[in-house]
């Protein structure tokens, strides 16, 4: 028998997309996809390198389980490059990918029945996470109008004895916004602890992201090479403790993960070191298609009150078409062969939108803009 546990975690819409559009694709049908939120580039060449570089000099077997010391200094030079912000090499727990960098973090600070704050919408599994560790999700709304900003005021209402964190996430997923300074600060004042999942840093247009260590050290920092370095298939992340929880963490790392991989954490030290240029390339390319996407959809007729300045996403109200998004997503899907996620996959508030994602050569979102286009003349015209 499945356990309640197992059996409480929900899907993750955005693969089920993803799926469907397979299953097409193997009966020859060509689909574009904008629901993946996945580079579509190749890693850079000195990531290359570096990785058979270490197969050559057989680095190849567990490395120290809070990380690879010199990665760890180079990541806690980064912050201080970045932000300013002075984090000790030994704060950084490096994880394989910045899921169980979530996972740690949320295991250490909550009992069974403690509250988590998160945005409603927000990324998708998040609530899966907090769930499985026994606490439970609190959802604050925010709106299209603020720029999906969070509203301090509502988060303090729902604050109570039991609220042990605030996930932030900026640039966030689905929306593409950043979190403005001010209301960082404000979040920061509240009380408790903030962990920030600072994975689409470096991927962002207009401003800059900031990292909530510039407000407070009471957080944690959720962060990864997956994104930025478009590494998503070396799995490679990191956390950033306060230091009275590294050796819980490290200790749970020990037990359920041993370490990351020792070959990929050259990696992304040699992504660290060198990869400046393919950087910036990626980064151009990806302002090209975001605004060739926001003037596409406003043509169509999308109303993007806050345009997005960061990620790879633009999430749209589609209330004027349909308020069933899931719906709406799968009929675009079989009828115009165009993969988007249906904004329900983020929480009750992201309800009617639908997250469009760019990372896709800007020839195939013109060919899926126009495959979408068609689609609206044809059945909403």
Not at 116 to 140: E, L, M, R, T
Not at 169 to 185: A, I, Q, Y
Not at 204 to 215: D, K, N, T
């Amino acid at each position: 028998m499945i356990s309640r546990k197992a059996a409480g975690i929900s899907p993750f819409i955005v693969m089920e997309v993803l799926e469907k559009a397979a299953e097409m694709e193997r009966k020859g049908i060509h689909v574009i996809h904008m629901e993946v939120g996945e580079p579509d580039f190749d890693v850079p060449a000195c990531v290359s390198e570096a990785v058979g570089e270490a197969y050559k000099q057989g680095k190849t077997h567990y490395t120290h389980s809070l990380g690879d010391p010199e990665l760890r200094e180079k990541i806690a030079l980064k912050y201080k490059t970045e932000y300013n912000v002075e984090v000790s090499p030994d704060q950084i727990i490096v994880t394989s990918g910045s899921s169980p960098a979530i996972l740690l973090a949320l295991s250490v600070i909550n009992e069974e029945n403690d509250e988590v704050v998160i945005s409603d919408p927000g990324y998708a599994c998040y609530p899966n996470f907090i769930k499985f560790i026994g606490a439970k999700a609190v959802n604050v709304p925010v709106y299209e109008e603020d720029g999906f900003q969070y509203r301090p005021s509502e988060i303090k209402k729902r604050i109570t004895e039991r609220t042990k964190a605030i996930i932030i996430n900026s640039p966030m997923n689905p929306t593409g916004n950043l979190l403005s300074p001010e209301v960082m600060k404000q979040l920061a004042q509240l009380g408790p602890t903030i962990i920030s999942d600072e994975i689409y840093h470096g991927l962002v247009y207009e401003g800059r992201a900031h990292s909530i260590l510039e407000f407070t050290p009471n957080a944690f920092v959720l962060n990864g090479f997956s994104k930025l370095y478009a590494m998503t298939g070396l799995r490679l992340g990191y956390v950033i403790a306060p230091p009275e929880y590294v050796r819980a963490m490290q200790k749970i790392q020990q037990n359920l993960f041993i370490c990351a991989g020792s070959t990929v954490q050259r990696a992304g030290l040699a992504a660290l070191e060198f990869a400046a240029d393919d950087v910036a390339r990626m980064k151009s390319t990806y302002d090209e298609r975001r605004k060739f996407l926001i003037g596409r959809l406003s043509g169509l007729g999308f109303n993007i009150k806050v345009p997005p300045t960061g990620a790879f996403y633009i999430f749209a109200n589609a209330r004027h078409l349909m308020a069933d998004s899931y719906k709406l997503a799968f009929d675009i899907l079989e009828k115009a062969h165009v993969g988007v996620t249906p904004g329900i996959d983020f929480g009750p508030n992201g309800e009617g939108f639908l997250r469009f994602s760019y990372a896709n050569s800007l020839e195939n979102l013109i060919e899926g803009m126009a495959r979408f286009e068609n689609y609206l003349k044809t059945y909403f015209p």
